[in-house]
């Protein structure tokens, strides 16, 4: 089984500022096939808004951003072994935008960001949607970083297929964690905003038999672009479609989820310490520092009392 790649759908927009509120993000977990197949789905419209929001990604960049993001959660959700586990998606190819990283938690946290967010690209020109493999890049690697049952943080890497996230991130959990799977993700924009995106992971368990992967195989290639189901029907509709035929069973609640930085004012500060002494007085003589967190643009003013009174021993605190 094969994961399935699904291109940013949207087109340029036409029409004014979106006034329609977004759902609050939420993941749903589900079986099918007598439990033989996992299911993963999750609404990410809202969080992917706020980093585009906080970022200031362009169009392009949203799409790529917003895969990665909600590909994180759901990795963390199959490849994390304790209830505040994180997995750190990093995906570097050689196009414009640079590395896109993504950061998800099994609390339903993520964090991400893009080293260019400004880089942009035509529609292409074949289908006129975003060129989400052209700002990302072809040539790569897709690595992907999770705390092991010892506790000990493991990177498996896998090389890029073809930059579109979904097919990537399908063929990393394929070779390097032997997990067959399905991988479904989708950002739509609209009005100059994110208006739906999410994404589905599907996971064989032992015991699926080839009639099971057949038929899933069946169904998600006839999906055609998942934010088609997302704007249809919502991500119940998308995860129906998928498991059409397999007797999906869905868990009872959904698991909230959000874009959540664990940067903080103190860890700010903090991070002056790196910084020699006479650097830290210059920042002083000069009215304060401002620091910017590269994970969700949180924008910190330091002034120069809060630098005089820094510790000068002991180390820094991380975000």
């Known amino acids: ?9 949207g087109r340029a927009g036409k029409v004014g500022p979106m006034t329609v509120t977004l759902p609050d993000s939420y993941i749903l977990r ?19 808004e706020d980093a585009r929001l906080r970022h200031g990604l362009s169009k392009t960049a949203t799409a790529a951003l917003g895969r990665t ?15 505040d586990s994180r997995v750190n998606l990093r995906i570097e190819g050689d196009g414009p935008v640079g590395w896109v990283v993504a950061e998800g938690s099994t609390d339903g946290r993520v964090r991400g960001y893009v080293r260019h967010p400004d880089a942009d690209l035509p529609l292409r020109e074949r289908d006129g949607k975003l060129d989400v493999s052209g700002i990302v890049g072809q040539e790569g690697e897709i690595a992907v970083t999770r705390l092991l049952d010892n506790g000990e943080p493991y990177t498996g890497s896998a090389h890029l297929v073809s930059g579109e996230i979904a097919e990537d991130v399908s063929t990393y959990l394929g070779v390097s964690e032997q997990i067959p799977n399905a991988v479904l993700l989708g950002v739509y924009e609209e009005g100059g905003r994110v208006a739906h995106a999410g994404g589905l992971l599907i996971q064989a368990m032992p015991g699926a038999s080839d009639e099971t992967l057949g038929r899933l195989e069946a169904n998600v290639r006839a999906m055609g672009q998942l934010t088609d189901h997302l704007r249809r029907g919502g991500l119940l509709a998308a995860l129906e479609r998928a498991a ?4 999906l069973r869905l868990a009872a609640e959904a698991q909230p989820a959000h874009f959540a930085c664990r940067c903080s004012r103190q860890k700010a500060q903090d991070s002056l310490k790196f910084f020699s002494a006479a650097e830290r007085q210059d920042m002083i003589e000069t009215g304060g520092q401002e620091i910017v967190c590269h994970w969700c643009g949180e924008r910190y003013q330091i002034t120069p009392e809060e630098i005089d009174a820094l510790d000068q021993g002991g180390a820094p605190a991380r975000a």
């Open 1 to 9: 089984m094969r994961g399935a790649a699904h291109p940013f759908a």
């Open 30 to 48: 589900g079986t099918a096939a007598g439990g033989t197949l996992r299911l993963v789905g999750m609404e990410s419209s809202r969080l992917v």
């Open 69 to 83: 993001l909600t590909a994180s959660a759901l990795l963390a959700v199959v490849l994390g072994k304790r209830t």
């Open 244 to 247: 059409e035929g397999l007797d």
